[in-house]
């Protein structure tokens, strides 16, 4: 197949044409949400679209990997319509494409990954791969009033469903790993545990909003790693913590009214006060005075009040990203495109897909392609 296709698009503007304030569309598919987003340059959003499925993954508790890519392949070219539409503006008129290439679900990444190729080659648009982690740390920078000053080096936690992971990020060099977890991310436990209670999928928001009617200090969970040194995390014991608690007290049938919130409540006091102590120790021992907190649970309410009071406390700054910027959308994709873009990185229609890729070896401020950097 590959042999009859030219591996760059007909009429692939030159790098010196791509202004700043170009305008790209951004498509991002790497779990349960179909989105796209225009944007000029890498701040002004003039649309986002975001179609979730969670009424297709509810009765399982979980994202179902083959219904997740049937229904991304179902609204893709819907989702993509309706953002230029939102946008006011017709396929021609933009100036580059941006996917999320990976990490990610793989059936899930290939369909808004082709279409992008696609839709960039049927009319002779620059395109590029994003790395999704990359998109949810740019959302930090481009998003919002207090991410405008927002400039590396800062210290990064990706918190969210697939990943939990403390990054240094600096503006010469690839992020690197400052500490990660061993287990479950924090959005993966705040999924199982949320199951565990009987909650809706996706967990997150079910429990954070049961949470508020709980007591936070009803149950004393683990915090975990607390006693450890490092910067790692790990989730699933506190997961487990929660199920033998339950299981102690007769099972979820057999809890009294309100019991089910002090669970919430308690579960996620622990969750946060264990991001934030992490959080704490790396500001510290990297004497850095900015972190910026991304990916799905950073849209928690009470993390975000624990880690900008500890930033009161010690003196750095915790900057969010607008909740909408937290969990998965395709403004972060389309704002980090565009500065590769800008920056005259350019991908061929040879792009894969990657399930796994680690942050340090995406393309950032430097335009090396992950392939070129793992040989
Ligand atoms: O970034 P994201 O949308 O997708 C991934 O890249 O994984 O993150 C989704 C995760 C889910 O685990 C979800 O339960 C969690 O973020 N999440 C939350 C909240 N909103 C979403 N966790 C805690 N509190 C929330 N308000
Ligand atoms: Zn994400």
């Known amino acids: 197949m590959t042999a009859h296709v030219s591996h760059s698009s007909p009429q692939t503007r030159r790098s010196q044409e791509f202004p700043p304030s170009a305008l790209v569309l951004g498509i991002e598919s790497s779990c349960d949400e179909m989105a796209a987003a225009v944007l000029r340059g890498d701040r002004e959003i003039l649309s986002s679209v975001v179609h979730g499925q969670a009424e297709v993954h509810a009765p399982y508790g979980g994202v179902v990997p083959e219904l997740a890519s049937r229904d ?34 793989v059936g899930s990444l290939l369909v808004g990954l082709s279409f992008g190729k696609a839709f960039a080659y049927s009319q002779g648009l620059p395109f590029v791969g994003v790395h999704h982690l990359v998109g949810h740390l740019v959302a930090a920078e481009v998003g919002g009033e207090s991410g405008k000053n927002l400039e590396p080096p800062y210290v990064g936690l990706v918190v969210s469903g697939g990943h939990t ?49 709980g007591d936070p200090k009803a149950i004393d969970f683990p915090r975990p790693m607390s006693r450890r040194p490092g910067l790692d995390f790990s989730y699933s014991g506190l997961k487990t913590a929660v199920s033998v608690e339950l299981a102690r007290r007769g099972g979820l049938d057999s809890l009294r009214p309100g019991d089910r919130a002090d669970f919430a409540a308690s579960f996620e006091a622990a969750v946060v006060e264990s991001l934030v102590a992490r959080s704490v120790r790396a500001m510290r021992l990297e004497d850095s005075r900015r972190i910026a907190i991304v990916g799905g649970v ?13 930033g009161e406390r010690e003196g750095f700054e915790a900057v969010f990203p607008p909740m909408d910027l937290c969990t998965d959308n395709a403004v972060m994709i389309a704002a980090a495109g565009s500065r590769l873009l800008a920056r005259g990185v350019r991908d061929e229609l040879s792009l894969e897909a990657f399930s796994r890729v680690p942050l340090g070896d995406a393309p950032w401020r430097d335009p090396v392609r992950p392939d070129e950097t793992s040989r």
Not at 173 to 200: M, N, Y
Not at 299 to 308: Q, S, Y
């Open 165 to 213: 992971a403390l990054y240094r990020v600096s503006a010469e060099d690839r992020p690197s790993v400052l500490g990660e977890t061993r287990d479950d991310a924090a959005g993966e436990a705040f999924d199982k545990v949320a199951k565990l209670l009987g909650l809706e999928y996706p967990g997150g928001p079910a429990i954070s909003k049961l949470a508020q009617q």
């Open 298 to 310: 950073a849209a928690n309410r009470r993390l975000r009040e624990e880690m900008t009071a500890a």
């Open 72 to 105: 991304h392949a179902r609204v893709v070219s819907e989702v993509v319509a309706t953002a230029l539409e939102q946008a006011g503006l017709g396929a021609e008129e933009l100036d580059g494409v941006a996917m999320t290439a990976g990490p990610g679900l």
